[in-house]
T-cell receptor, first 115, second 106 residues
Framework: DTAVSQTPKYLVTQMGNDKSIKCEQN?????MYWYKQDSKKFLKIMFS???????INETVPNRFSPKSPDKAHLNLHINSLELGDSAVYFC??????????????FGEGSWLTVV | KDQVFQPSTVASSEGAVVEIFCNHS??????FFWYLHFPGCAPRLLVK?????QQGRYNMTYERFSSSLLILQVREADAAVYYC???????????FGKGTKLSVKP
């Protein structure tokens, strides 16, 4: 079973649309993340949730809204998609946050292409 | 600025020992993490820590601001992207480098 699973894996959509990427982890972790890998290949953190509460919100446009219905799920909703939103989005989880002993487990990524 | 630096590409031949170097300017960072990423798959943690460590064919060297990932007896199947990351910064994030693409000649 995949520990961190995200859907869809591929998404092609038009500018201006609203789309969501879902993420679920079955590891019993308390913390979940969304990372963005852009064309420059950096993996940059976007959001972090610990026990359904937002902990980290990096400089991300407010068109991006994470939603955590429970600690096993962290969905990413994007409004009014722009060309620059095209990237690979990785969901991840860890037992806790900011602890050196933690391992962050990643999903396989969701390729978003905005046309 | 909190950043992690690593070469964009490294080339090797089968059977060799490959070294991928990483250094950082991340505040309050004492731990390195090395991830392996095959495109289309989930990045996977290889080795981590605040001291030299080894996991199978993967060795990690450690200095306060730099680390190297050493891959022993490298194989063609090891061709992938290797990410170095540090835990630190103002919010205790895992901050990644751009990744090093390893190519392996037979």
């Amino acid at each position: 079973d995949t520990a961190v699973s995200q859907t869809p894996k591929y998404l092609v959509t038009q500018m201006g649309n609203d789309k969501s990427i879902k993420c679920e982890q079955n590891l019993g972790h308390d913390t979940m993340y969304w990372y963005k890998q852009d064309s420059k290949k950096f993996l940059k953190i976007m959001f972090s949730y610990n026990n359904k509460e937002l902990i980290i919100n990096e400089t991300v446009p407010n068109r991006f809204s994470p939603k955590s219905p429970d600690k096993a799920h962290l969905n990413l909703h994007i409004n009014s998609l722009e060309l620059g939103d095209s990237a690979v989005y990785f969901c991840a989880s860890s037992q806790d946050i900011g602890t050196s002993g933690n391992t962050i487990y990643f999903g396989e990524g969701s390729w978003l292409t905005v046309v | 600025k909190d950043q992690v630096f690593q070469p964009s590409t490294v080339a090797s031949s089968e059977g060799a020992v490959v070294e991928i170097f990483c250094n950082h300017s991340v505040s309050n960072a004492y731990n390195f993490f090395w991830y392996l990423h095959f495109p289309g798959c989930a990045p996977r943690l290889l080795v981590k820590g605040s001291k030299p460590s080894q996991q199978g064919r993967y060795n990690m060297t450690y200095e306060r601001f730099s680390s190297s990932l050493l891959i022993l007896q490298v194989r063609e199947a090891d061709a992938a992207v290797y990410y170095c990351a540090c835990l630190g910064g103002s919010q205790g994030n895992l901050i990644f480098g751009k990744g090093t693409k390893l190519s392996v000649k037979p």
